[in-house]
């Protein structure tokens, strides 16, 4: 981990920048991939499965008995831990449900929206080292409460044909029955395009590697949304002299252990608590059984000591984590000013840990700067907003007259003929 004490705020740009991302030295390959499935659809996701998963697969699709023998192999434990999260997910996000408010914006003009689930969506779910069933969580359960008809789940096979045990698990507790064995650039391609087999959907979701960054961010040039602009992990902890310095290195090692390019970012006002923190830092990490992933993460990272906790808060809002942590005496007053992060962690005793797996608030969040502009996915991200008006022959009355002089205005005769002609109509 770099340190810089005290830099100057002209300093503070170069100094948020993450890892570069070279997503566009992918694209040529990710283009093959899409045109490989495109061109042959079921066929190709098998092919890609035995070239980039090793596993050798007779269908694409997991069988509900391959569900069947996967429910058993979760512990009881691990099932009963899923399910507080589940609950707690699932209050949460119903609780942002709006309800249908009708406005009468003027008399006999009557305007309202309505939240309608996007009917068929893609849940990209990694597998590999880390299988994120958390984030199966994550995404199935808005996706159940914002009624989305379809619901589609890609993850990679192991090399031996089968799915992750605890994912499918997850998907069974969710009741998503539609499992695709497919990962990487493929998986994303199948859910944007279809296959004989696969459904095109109309938006995909879900974290992965760079491939699949990638990958998602190309498909949404031919017509299908995404959840967010995605890249690898990140959290910054702001830290005073009452944090604890190992609450404080393991925070930052449980993002950091996500990837190697994930980034950690320790801002303090003490540097002391700098020193403190490192050396736990260093502690910690020879006990992961992912050190070396970890360790490479840190090469990425920095810690930087400031001269006040507002000084501190002004450089998270300009870096813009995925997670915040404050780790300080009065994180109420810190949190006031957050004008730019995915998601905030307050005081000593709330790790971002348990907003990854069971608080209730969703993981999926923006990385890489996007938190200036994007939000992190919600009830919202699963469904879209369609408006309604309806107006009374008194309210055509009296809004029309307006509307044919902005539109004659604006030189869209047609515009402002539908009204005109409604206009005589009535006062015949």
Request: net charge negative; aromatic share 6%; glycine share 8%.
């Amino acid at each position: 981990m770099r340190t810089y004490l005290y830099p100057a705020q002209a300093e503070w740009a170069a100094l948020t920048q993450r890892p570069v991302q070279k997503l566009d030295q992918l694209r040529a390959g990710v283009q093959q991939t899409f045109d490989l499935i495109q061109q042959r659809g079921d066929a190709a996701l098998i092919e890609l499965a035995a070239k980039f998963d090793k596993a050798t697969l007779s269908s694409v699709w997991v069988t509900p008995e391959e569900v069947a023998a996967a429910v058993p192999k979760v512990t009881e434990e691990l099932k009963s831990a899923i399910e507080l999260a589940y609950n707690n997910i699932r209050q949460f996000h119903e609780a942002q449900h709006e309800p249908v408010l009708q406005v009468e914006t003027m008399p006999g003009v009557t305007c309202w929206r309505k939240s309608v689930g996007i009917q068929k969506v893609g849940l990209y779910i990694p597998g590999g080292s880390a299988p994120l069933f958390s984030t199966l969580l994550m995404l199935g359960i808005p996706a159940q409460i914002a009624g989305c008809r379809d619901i589609i789940l890609a993850t990679p096979p192991s090399a031996d044909g089968s799915i992750n045990a605890t994912i499918l698990y997850t998907a069974h507790r969710l009741g998503i029955t539609r499992i695709l064995k497919a990962g990487g650039a493929q998986a994303v391609a199948a859910l944007a395009f279809g296959t004989e087999t696969v459904p095109a959907v109309d938006k995909i979701f879900g974290p992965g590697n760079q491939y699949v960054t990638a990958a998602k961010q190309m498909v949404t040039q031919v017509g299908v949304a995404i959840d967010m602009p995605a890249g690898p992990s990140e959290v910054l902890v702001i830290a005073d002299d009452s944090a604890d310095p190992a609450f404080v290195a393991a925070d930052l090692l449980s993002q950091a252990e996500h990837g190697p390019d994930s980034q950690v970012v320790l801002v303090t006002v003490s540097e002391n608590q700098l020193q403190k923190v490192q050396a736990a830092v260093a502690e910690q990490v020879a006990q992961l059984p992912r050190q070396a992933v970890a360790e490479q993460a840190l090469d990425n990272s920095i810690g930087v000591v400031v001269d006040s906790l507002e000084e501190a808060l002004a450089f998270s809002n300009l870096y813009a984590p995925e997670h915040l942590i404050l780790s300080v005496a009065q994180p109420e007053a810190l949190a006031e000013q957050v004008t730019q992060a995915g998601s905030v962690f307050m005081g000593h005793f709330s790790p971002e840990s348990v907003g990854d797996y069971a608080s209730g608030t969703n993981h999926t969040l923006p990385t890489n700067g996007y938190a200036r502009n994007y939000s992190g996915v919600s009830l919202d991200s699963f469904v879209k907003k369609i408006t309604f008006q309806h107006l009374t022959r008194a309210g055509l009355e009296r809004i029309g007259p307006a509307v044919e002089i902005m539109a004659e205005a604006e030189g869209l005769h047609a515009h402002k003929h539908a009204v005109t002609l409604r206009l005589g109509k009535i006062r015949r």
